[in-house]
């Protein structure tokens, strides 16, 4: 449910052009601090992003996650459109791909 409760409102505070959620969980359950709450991993890209720092981008997140029960911790990469693209495009072609030289 939190995950669902998670995406719910990242969508409607962020508008996200991408929005990733992975839930970590199971990898943590056996740690004692976590005490039964979830670990996500969250790729939000949106433009809202633009002009602000990472802490920024990450107070925003939090913000819109704030009424999301029994997260433990989150972990989140927050860019805008425009970063997305220069990371996608400055990223090596998958090794299949090259060109034998390479």
Do not use: C, N, W
């Not at 508008?15 to 990898?27: F, G």
């Amino acid at each position: 449910m939190s995950k669902a409760l998670l995406e719910s409102q990242l969508r409607a505070a962020l508008h996200p052009e991408l929005l990733e959620i992975k839930d970590r969980s199971e990898a943590h359950s056996a740690h004692e601090q976590s005490a039964g709450g979830g670990h996500y991993e969250i790729l939000v890209v949106t433009e809202q992003f633009q002009g602000l720092a990472p802490l920024a981008r990450h107070r925003l997140v939090y913000a819109a996650t704030a009424g999301v029960p029994h997260i433990h911790a989150l972990s989140v990469k927050a860019m805008t459109p425009a970063e997305m693209r220069q990371q996608a495009a400055a990223a090596p072609a998958p090794k299949a791909f090259r060109l034998a030289a390479d």
